[in-house]
C-alpha cells in the first residue's frame, strides 16, 4: 500500500465495540455479496459515468489557461453554486494556507480567490467593494449555462466590469466553463468571443470536481493538479477490487446503508483538521443530492437517503457532540484525522506553578487535536455510538484528491445498495422549476399560475 493510502478503520462499527446499536460480523458477511454486486454493477456503468475517468485526463488546456490568468490577474473570482463552489472552497481550503487571502503576494502561489456562492445582494455587492476589477478574472461556472443563480451573479458583475473597464476589455477578465456544445453561457461566449473550459458531458455537478470545474481555480492560485488527480488514480485502483473487504469505498457505502436499514439513518462528518472542515461540506452535498430520492429503479416510493451533517473537531465537541453521545441513537460517525500537520505549533509552561496547566508544557496543538480526536471517537464508542475513522497520512494534493474519488465511488456504490439512481436531482430540478415561474422566466407560466393558485388558497399565514 502506497504510503500516501488513507487508512479506513471501520472497527467501531461493530457490535463487539458499540454494543447492540452497531453491526454483527455475520450481519456484514451476510451482505457482502451485496456489495460485490454493487461493485460489478458500478463499474458496468464506467462508459457513461464519465467522472471515473476524470483521474486520466490531459491537463494541458487546462494547465495553459491558469497560466494566462496568472500573469494578468491579482484576483480569481469564482461564480458558481452545488458542486461549481463548494469543490473549489474545499481544495483551496485544505490545500492553502489558512490565511491564504491575507498574505502578501510574494508568499502566496497564486491570485487570491473568492467563491461567493450565494445571490444575496450585500454578499454581492459587498464584494464589488473590495474588488481591484483591472487585475480581476471571473470564473463563471455553469454547465447547463442557465442556472439562475450563476448566470445572475455574470450578468452582475459582467455588467460591473464593463462600466469600469469597458465592453472591449471583457475578454481579458472572463473564463466561462460550461458545456462544450451548447448552452445559454456556450452562445454568449461563442458570440462574444470569451475564453472557456468544457465541462464533459458525462459528468454531473457533484461529480466535477476533478475536471475544470475544480482543477482551473486550483491551477490559478498554484495548486498541483496532476498530484490532486493522482491521487483520484491510485483511489481507483483501489475501489476496483471486487472482494469488499479490500475496497474501502465499497465497504465505507455497506456499513452506511446496513447501519441506516437498523434507524442509523444521519452521516455524521468531523474532521480533527482545519483543512478538511470544508471538503465535509462538499461530502454534504455529493451525498444528499445523490441519495435522497423518492422512488427507487422500478419507480415505488421508497423515500431512502441518509442526513449528512458537517462538523468539526474540535470545535464543535462544544456545540454538537453532545448530542451525539447521549440524544438519539440515529448517527454513523466519519472521523477524519491527520497523521502529520505541517506545523506543531508547541506550547510553553506558562505558568509552570497552575498545576492544571503543567500537562500544556511540551506539547503542541497537533499533539492536543490528536488526543482530542481520539478521546471523542472513544467517548462515542463508549455511549454506543458507530463511527468509522478515515486516516490522512497528511493532508495534500495526492491524500485529498483520493479521499474525492473515494467518497464519489462510496456514493456510487450506495446507490446500487439502495436500487435508486444516484446521478440524477428531480427535488432540485422542481425547485429550480419554481424559481423559473415565480421570476417571470418565459415557458413556465403554467406552473406560475399553480403557484398563485396555491398562494390564493392558503389560509394559515401569520404576522409575528
Same mark, same amino acid.
Given at each position: 500500500?502506497?504510503?500516501?493510502? *488513507?487508512?479506513?478503520?471501520?472497527?467501531? $462499527?461493530?457490535?463487539?465495540?458499540?454494543?447492540?446499536?452497531?453491526?454483527?460480523?455475520?450481519?456484514?458477511?451476510?451482505?457482502?455479496?451485496?456489495?460485490?454486486?454493487?461493485?460489478?454493477?458500478?463499474? #458496468?456503468?464506467?462508459?457513461?459515468?464519465?467522472?471515473?475517468?476524470?483521474?486520466?485526463?490531459?491537463?494541458?488546456?487546462?494547465?495553459?489557461?491558469?497560466?494566462?490568468? @496568472?500573469?494578468?490577474?491579482?484576483?480569481?473570482?469564482?461564480?458558481?453554486?452545488?458542486?461549481?463552489?463548494?469543490?473549489?472552497?474545499?481544495?483551496?481550503?485544505?490545500? +492553502?494556507?489558512?490565511?491564504?487571502?491575507?498574505?502578501?503576494?510574494?508568499?502566496? @502561489?497564486?491570485?487570491?480567490?473568492?467563491?461567493?456562492?450565494?445571490?444575496?445582494?450585500?454578499?454581492?455587492?459587498?464584494?464589488?467593494?473590495?474588488?481591484?476589477?483591472?487585475?480581476?478574472?471571473?470564473?463563471?461556472?455553469?454547465?447547463?449555462?442557465?442556472?439562475? &443563480?450563476?448566470? #445572475?451573479?455574470?450578468?452582475?458583475?459582467?455588467?460591473?466590469?464593463?462600466?469600469?473597464?469597458? +465592453?472591449?476589455?471583457?475578454?481579458?477578465?472572463?473564463?466561462?466553463?460550461?458545456?462544450?456544445?451548447?448552452?445559454?453561457?456556450?452562445?454568449?461566449?461563442?458570440?462574444?468571443?470569451?475564453?472557456?473550459?468544457?465541462? /464533459?458531458?458525462?459528468?454531473?455537478? @457533484?461529480?466535477?470536481?476533478?475536471?475544470?470545474?475544480?482543477?482551473?481555480?486550483?491551477? $490559478?492560485?498554484?495548486?498541483?493538479?496532476? &498530484?490532486?488527480?493522482?491521487?483520484?488514480?491510485?483511489?481507483?485502483?483501489?475501489?476496483?477490487?471486487?472482494?469488499?473487504?479490500?475496497?474501502?469505498?465499497?465497504?465505507?457505502?455497506?456499513?452506511?446503508?446496513?447501519?441506516?436499514?437498523?434507524?442509523?439513518?444521519?452521516?455524521?462528518?468531523?474532521?480533527?483538521?482545519?483543512?478538511?472542515?470544508?471538503?465535509?461540506?462538499?461530502?454534504?452535498?455529493?451525498?444528499?443530492?445523490?441519495?435522497?430520492?423518492?422512488?427507487?429503479?422500478?419507480?415505488?416510493?421508497?423515500? $431512502?437517503?441518509?442526513?449528512?451533517?458537517?462538523?468539526?473537531?474540535?470545535?464543535?465537541?462544544?456545540? +454538537?457532540?453532545?448530542?451525539?453521545?447521549?440524544?438519539?441513537?440515529?448517527?454513523?460517525?466519519?472521523?477524519?484525522?491527520?497523521?502529520?500537520?505541517?506545523?506543531?505549533?508547541?506550547?510553553?509552561?506558562?505558568?509552570?506553578?497552575?498545576?492544571?496547566?503543567?500537562?500544556?508544557?511540551?506539547?503542541?496543538?497537533?499533539?492536543?487535536?490528536?488526543? &482530542?480526536?481520539?478521546?471523542? +471517537?472513544?467517548?462515542?464508542?463508549? #455511549?454506543?455510538? /458507530?463511527?468509522?475513522?478515515?486516516?490522512?497520512?497528511?493532508?495534500?494534493?495526492?491524500?485529498?484528491?483520493?479521499?474525492?474519488?473515494?467518497?464519489?465511488?462510496?456514493?456510487?456504490?450506495?446507490?446500487?445498495?439502495?436500487?435508486?439512481?444516484?446521478?440524477?436531482?428531480?427535488?432540485?430540478?422542481?425547485?429550480?422549476?419554481?424559481?423559473?415561474?415565480?421570476?417571470?422566466?418565459?415557458?413556465?407560466?403554467?406552473?406560475?399560475?399553480? *403557484?398563485?393558485?396555491?398562494?390564493?388558497?392558503?389560509?394559515?399565514?401569520?404576522?409575528?
Amino acid at each position: 500500500m502506497s504510503t500516501q493510502a *488513507i487508512r479506513f478503520d471501520y472497527n467501531n $462499527v461493530m457490535a463487539d465495540v458499540i454494543g447492540e446499536h452497531g453491526l454483527t460480523e455475520a450481519e456484514i458477511e451476510a451482505a457482502l455479496p451485496h456489495a460485490a454486486a454493487a461493485i460489478e454493477a458500478v463499474y #458496468a456503468q464506467r462508459a457513461e459515468l464519465g467522472w471515473m475517468d476524470l483521474p486520466y485526463q490531459d491537463t494541458s488546456e487546462i494547465i495553459a489557461q491558469a497560466q494566462a490568468v @496568472r500573469a494578468r490577474a491579482d484576483t480569481l473570482v469564482v461564480l458558481g453554486i452545488g458542486g461549481s463552489a463548494l469543490g473549489p472552497i474545499a481544495t483551496q481550503t485544505a490545500l +492553502q494556507h489558512p490565511f491564504y487571502n491575507n498574505l502578501p503576494r510574494e508568499l502566496r @502561489r497564486g491570485p487570491t480567490l473568492f467563491v461567493p456562492d450565494n445571490v444575496d445582494p450585500e454578499l454581492n455587492a459587498g464584494l464589488l467593494d473590495v474588488l481591484d476589477l483591472e487585475r480581476t478574472v471571473f470564473n463563471v461556472i455553469t454547465k447547463s449555462g442557465t442556472t439562475a &443563480e450563476t448566470m #445572475a451573479s455574470f450578468i452582475y458583475f459582467r455588467e460591473a466590469l464593463a462600466k469600469r473597464l469597458g +465592453q472591449d476589455k471583457l475578454v481579458d477578465h472572463l473564463v466561462l466553463t460550461t458545456d462544450p456544445k451548447k448552452g445559454a453561457l456556450r452562445q454568449i461566449a461563442d458570440r462574444e468571443g470569451y475564453p472557456t473550459l468544457p465541462i /464533459p458531458a458525462s459528468v454531473g455537478g @457533484r461529480f466535477s470536481e476533478l475536471c475544470s470545474v475544480g482543477l482551473f481555480p486550483a491551477a $490559478v492560485t498554484g495548486i498541483d493538479i496532476d &498530484e490532486l488527480l493522482a491521487g483520484a488514480a491510485y483511489a481507483d485502483k483501489r475501489s476496483q477490487e471486487r472482494d469488499p473487504r479490500k475496497n474501502p469505498a465499497a465497504m465505507c457505502a455497506l456499513i452506511q446503508f446496513l447501519l441506516d436499514k437498523k434507524g442509523k439513518n444521519m452521516v455524521v462528518m468531523m474532521p480533527y483538521a482545519q483543512r478538511l472542515r470544508d471538503v465535509a461540506d462538499w461530502f454534504r452535498q455529493l451525498w444528499a443530492e445523490s441519495l435522497g430520492k423518492r422512488v427507487d429503479r422500478a419507480g415505488n416510493v421508497v423515500n $431512502v437517503g441518509p442526513t449528512p451533517i458537517k462538523s468539526l473537531g474540535a470545535t464543535d465537541q462544544h456545540s +454538537q457532540v453532545q448530542l451525539y453521545a447521549e440524544g438519539p441513537f440515529d448517527k454513523l460517525m466519519h472521523f477524519l484525522f491527520v497523521d502529520q500537520f505541517q506545523v506543531e505549533a508547541p506550547l510553553s509552561n506558562a505558568y509552570p506553578d497552575i498545576n492544571e496547566l503543567s500537562y500544556l508544557d511540551g506539547k503542541s496543538f497537533s499533539q492536543l487535536l490528536k488526543a &482530542e480526536g481520539e478521546a471523542t +471517537q472513544l467517548a462515542i464508542a463508549e #455511549a454506543g455510538r /458507530p463511527s468509522i475513522a478515515h486516516h490522512f497520512p497528511a493532508v495534500n494534493a495526492f491524500t485529498l484528491g483520493q479521499f474525492y474519488y473515494m467518497l464519489e465511488m462510496q456514493t456510487a456504490f450506495a446507490g446500487e445498495l439502495y436500487d435508486i439512481n444516484a446521478f440524477d436531482q428531480p427535488g432540485v430540478e422542481a425547485g429550480k422549476i419554481a424559481t423559473y415561474a415565480l421570476m417571470g422566466r418565459e415557458g413556465y407560466d403554467a406552473r406560475r399560475h399553480e *403557484i398563485e393558485q396555491a398562494r390564493g388558497r392558503s389560509r394559515s399565514e401569520f404576522v409575528i
